[in-house]
């Protein structure tokens, strides 16, 4: 099983709440990714990280923040959540090997 | 264009059925891939890596084709549990990135 955890599970907010969604790992990866995936449809990579300080934004335009000070902890941040932020979002982690360990999700409904 | 490119599906097979799918890449380089299998609402797992020799695991066979750049997933005797949607990922991308997979349905 992979140690890779995402907080919270389900999230229901109203507009223009400030969210983190929290995701640690336990493996010592250097790289982690963020996904945004609505149902039914394929994950778009939003944010990645190569290690501590380093954060980039992925394919996918996303006003979601990202901070990585520890290697095992990656949170993104929503400074105003709005209805078209609801989605899931996915954390995963990698080591030199190359497979993608990924967290249960974080499911997000924005009223 | 995307890294790779899989047929949506549904594949829908009775149980007991083989049934194969493939995914093709446009990077030839691409030496290594993963197959992840994603279940409806769930984060995706990995379901094997596939090199250059192939890789068998139990009733899942994986194949590279290097000559025509795409790699299959071969499902022997398929049961209700394996329907899913399937993901095929370059390795060692240094950005991993996802198709919408393949979707499995296996009825009775």
């Known amino acids: 099983e992979a140690d890779i955890y995402q907080t919270p599970r389900y999230l229901v907010i109203g507009t223009g709440k400030k969210i983190t969604l929290e995701c640690s790992q336990t493996?010592?990866?250097?790289?982690m990714y963020w996904y945004q995936q609505d149902p039914g449809m394929e994950l778009h990579l939003i944010h990645y990280s190569y290690g501590v300080n380093s954060t980039e934004k992925g394919d996918l335009s996303s006003e979601s923040t990202v901070s990585r000070i520890r290697t095992e902890h990656f949170p993104l941040t929503l400074e105003s959540a709005r209805p078209s932020h609801t989605s899931q979002y996915l954390c995963?982690?990698?080591?030199?090997?190359?497979?993608?360990?990924f967290g249960e999700g974080s499911r997000l409904t924005v009223l | 264009r995307k890294e790779v490119e899989q047929d949506p599906g549904p594949f829908n097979v009775p149980e007991g059925a083989t049934v194969a799918f493939n995914c093709t890449y446009s990077?030839?380089?691409?030496?290594?891939f993963f197959w992840y299998r994603q279940d409806c609402r769930k984060e995706p797992k990995l379901l094997m890596s596939?090199?250059?020799s192939g890789n068998e695991d139990g009733r899942f066979t994986a194949q590279l084709n290097r000559a025509s750049q795409y790699i299959s997933l071969l499902i022997r005797d398929s049961k209700l549990s394996d329907s899913a949607t399937y993901l095929c990922v370059p390795g060692r991308s240094y950005i991993p990135t996802f198709g919408r997979g393949t979707s499995l349905i296996v009825h009775p």
């Open positions: 596939v090199y250059s």
């Open positions: 990077n030839s380089a691409s030496q290594s």
């Open positions: 493996m010592g990866h250097d790289k």
């Open positions: 995963a982690s990698t080591p030199n090997t190359g497979e993608l360990f």
